[in-house]
């Protein structure tokens, strides 16, 4: 074959270089020596299989072929949720469902890898939440858990973070999506709500009734209030010949059917014999 290329007027060292390119893209290809990162991810490098303490941050690097491996490990924000059943305080069967944003910490996956590889969300992740859950609703009772519900998952978070920081695990955030009780508990919760509901009304019921009394009161107050300025009135602008004045504006003008002897016309005040007298 080269004796023909050579030949046709090619000469032996450019035969041999293009075989040397040509052998060298294929090792190139096969031991493939430059690593890419992708976003979201960091490389783990094993040398001759051991891990070594460097990272390999996102983007192309270059390893050593055949001495040299990469694991990559996802550091983007991994979710994991889980069923816990616990003890509160007072002894009340706790039902928690939690749900735990965490990533591994990128300037530690050599360590998480070394030790977990990538099981860490098992065997690490799920078991923290179960054990610091059930220490958690420990120090509080079942009906603190429901009413101090923002406390009691700030200690939850606050206590997996420090335990996942130690295997090299970042939480990001803790969600106690449901929180159950007993069927007796619960019953004795709906119990409790309505008996304070009840009480509630009756107390918005004696507030009315005040209230409208009071209203009763003001009222007299100021009934008697106005009568007594009207007597006063009276008094003051001749007291007899204003309500006389007031009745006969009210007489419909008929005398009455039967008289009482002796009795007065009604409203009829006549004075005629001081009037003849004066004439």
């Known amino acids: ?43 783990v490098i094993l040398d001759w299989g051991a891990v070594s303490n460097r990272v390999l941050d996102e983007g192309i690097h270059w390893v050593i072929p055949i001495k040299q491996s990469v694991q990559k490990v996802d550091v983007s924000i991994q979710k994991v949720s889980k069923d816990v059943s616990a003890a509160s305080k007072d002894l009340q069967t706790v039902h928690a469902k ?36 059930k220490k958690t609703t420990a120090h509080y009772t079942a009906e603190e858990l429901i009413t101090k519900r923002e406390l009691v998952k700030s200690d939850l978070k606050k206590s997996i973070t420090e335990a996942l920081a130690t295997s090299g695990l970042a939480a990001i955030d803790v969600f106690m999506t449901d929180f159950d009780f007993s069927k007796d508990f619960n019953q004795s919760i709906e119990a409790k ?30 009934n008697a209030k106005a009568i007594k300025i009207s007597a006063e009135a009276i008094n003051s602008t001749g007291g007899r010949d204003y309500v006389q004045l007031q009745a006969i504006t009210k007489w419909d003008g008929k005398l009455p059917v039967q008289m009482v002897p002796g009795g007065a016309v009604p409203f009829l005040n006549l004075t005629y014999g001081d009037k003849k007298t004066k004439e």
Do not use: C, W
Request: charged share 25%; aromatic share 10%; net charge positive.
């Open 98 to 133: 939690i749900a735990l944003n965490y990533r591994p910490d990128p300037l530690k996956v050599n360590s998480v890898y070394q030790n977990f590889r990538h099981e860490y969300a098992d065997r690490v992740v799920a078991p923290t939440i179960e054990e610091y859950t």
């Open 193 to 222: 709500v309505r008996a304070e509901q009840m009480a509630l009304q009756e107390k918005n019921n004696l507030e009315a009734i005040k209230f409208k009394a009071q209203q009763i009161v003001a009222t007299a107050e100021a």
């Open 1 to 43: 074959m080269f004796e023909k290329l050579e030949k046709e007027g090619i000469p032996a060292k450019k035969i041999f270089a293009g075989v040397v390119a040509v052998v060298a893209l294929i090792a190139f290809l096969i031991l493939n020596p430059i690593i890419i990162i992708r976003a979201g991810y960091r490389g």
